[in-house]
């Protein structure tokens, strides 16, 4: 069976779960091997973890050299893979650095890329929700190894036992590779809650919160759910860019999201849409939100929402 390379999405070593979700995408195409760029010392580890997921190999890429630049040391890391391996297919997470490393890749290995899957059936057949989720289009590459990047949450993480054997890979970075070099990395602010692009659950407010967002994170918090807001809630302040969700800002597409005081906007939808289940809490019963819920909730969101905290914290 031939091999189908996952690109390990790790912070230090510690392996995320878009990770697992690619090894068991990965395992109706083929053989999954776990390419894993990042601190030697953390490779053994690594393979603890994703051979749980069925990854037969781990690729040990020490990143050394590699880590004090942006995305093209990686690029070419994996494209020395892809030329070793000859994989059936290589599949990166769809993280804004994953989406630019696969890009690259594709370009250097004269490759067919997708990006955005939302699943992967056999045969490399992708789905893919474009036009702010209005068409669902079904799309494979014909022109070389596929390249595909899926979105978080796209598959449920299921368990199969591979032998993750470590195989240290030495690539060689190229003086072109190096170009842009980091010069300093902050790391995003621990709240104690999920990254929004992958959390199962994500609790959202907006406009009709009136700036405030205690309710909406007490009860995201009673969730284990990250914390998201419209462009509306962004603009006037109230909570960090890094909160959005839509056209301009993050896309995202948990198990579950959760709507309150948010109108529905095109371009909110645009980040939104592919939500497994959709449930929105809105005053106005005409608000477009309800036109793409699985459940909706007329009601003030400032009853609704500590209700709903208290029934679920008493469970
Ligand atoms: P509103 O549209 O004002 O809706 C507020 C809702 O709250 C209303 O439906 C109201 O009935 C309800 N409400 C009020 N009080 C309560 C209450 N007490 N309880 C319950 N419900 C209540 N928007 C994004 O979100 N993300 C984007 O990325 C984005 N990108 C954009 C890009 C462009 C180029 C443009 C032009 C716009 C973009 N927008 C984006 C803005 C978008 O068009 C909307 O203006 C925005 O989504 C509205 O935010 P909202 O739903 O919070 O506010």
């Given at each position: 069976m031939s091999e189908v390379l996952v690109l390990v999405d790790h912070v230090d070593g510690e392996v995320k779960k878009p990770t697992y979700e690619l090894l068991t995408i990965a395992r109706r195409l083929g053989e999954p091997s776990a390419v894993f760029i990042g601190p030697a010392g953390s490779a053994a580890g690594v393979a603890e973890k994703v051979k749980a997921y069925g990854a037969e190999k781990v690729y040990a890429v020490d990143d050394a050299e590699i880590k004090n630049y942006l995305v093209a040391p990686k690029a070419e890391a994996l494209q020395q893979l892809v030329e070793k391996a000859s994989p059936a297919a290589v599949l990166i997470p769809s993280t804004a650095e994953g989406k630019e490393i696969a890009g690259r890749l594709a370009i250097k290995i004269g490759s067919g890329l997708i990006t955005d899957a939302v699943d992967?059936?056999?045969?490399?057949?992708?789905?893919?929700?474009v036009f702010a989720g209005?068409?669902?289009?079904?799309?494979?590459?014909t022109t070389g190894t596929p390249i595909i990047t899926v979105k978080p949450n796209s598959a449920t993480p299921e368990e199969a036992a591979g032998a993750g054997a470590v195989e240290e890979f030495a690539a060689?970075?190229?003086?072109?590779?190096?170009?842009?070099q980091i010069v300093a990395s902050q790391p995003r602010q621990a709240t104690g809650r999920p990254e929004l692009t992958e959390a199962a659950i994500v609790v959202s407010g907006g406009r009709g919160t009136?700036?405030?967002?205690?309710?909406?994170?007490a009860f995201a918090d009673s969730l284990g759910a990250a914390v998201g807001a419209s462009r509306a809630a962004v603009d006037s302040g109230w909570v960090p860019h890094s909160y959005q969700i839509g056209q301009t800002g993050k896309t995202v597409s948990?198990?579950?999201y959760v709507a309150s005081g948010i109108s529905g906007a095109i371009q909110h939808r645009a980040g939104m849409q592919t939500s497994k289940t959709i449930v929105a809490i809105n005053k106005d019963e005409e608000a477009p939100i309800f036109e793409l819920v699985?459940?909706?909730?007329v009601g003030d969101l400032h009853t609704v929402l500590p209700a709903a905290t208290e029934q679920v914290t008493q469970r």
């Open positions: 992967v059936a056999e045969g490399g057949i992708t789905t893919q929700s209005n068409y669902t289009v079904a799309a494979r590459v060689t970075v190229s003086d072109s590779a190096k170009k842009a009136g700036g405030d967002f205690s309710e909406v994170e948990p198990q579950l699985d459940f909706g909730v």
